[in-house]
């Protein structure tokens, strides 16, 4: 089992850059495809990146290819996903994700998930 806690969320301009945190407990943080998610309100909860075991397969959603990028550093079990050219669109509470298969971009693919951390990017 693995526990999920995300930071860096905050409120940005418009064009401006955010890095997401997800500090990871455990292990076995190395056996798990790394996924991040966000929920914006009324709206359900989305597929964003997802990055492999070793980090050199990822996986975005087409709204954020060439502005979002996701790592990791599995010495440090944590999962990152920086974010640049934000948009107002963007905004959404962010959840990391951990799933036993990798590079999975539905919600069932993930068996843990973190508590969320909220980005809100103003025009």
């Not at 301009?13 to 407990?25: E, P």
């Amino acid at each position: 089992q693995v526990q999920l806690v995300e930071s860096g969320g905050g409120l940005v301009q418009a064009g401006g850059s955010l890095r997401l945190s997800c500090q990871a407990s455990g292990r076995t943080f190395s056996s798990y495809g790394m996924g991040w998610f966000r929920q914006a309100p009324r709206k359900e909860r989305e597929f964003v990146a997802t990055i492999s075991w070793g980090g050199g397969n990822t996986r975005y959603v087409d709204s954020v290819k060439g502005r979002f990028t996701i790592s990791r550093d599995n010495a440090k079990n944590t999962v990152y996903l920086q974010m640049n050219s934000l948009k107002p669109e963007d905004t959404a509470v962010y959840y990391c994700a951990a799933s036993n298969l990798p590079l999975g971009t539905t919600r069932g693919a993930y068996a843990y998930w973190g508590q969320g951390t909220q980005v809100t990017v103003s025009s």
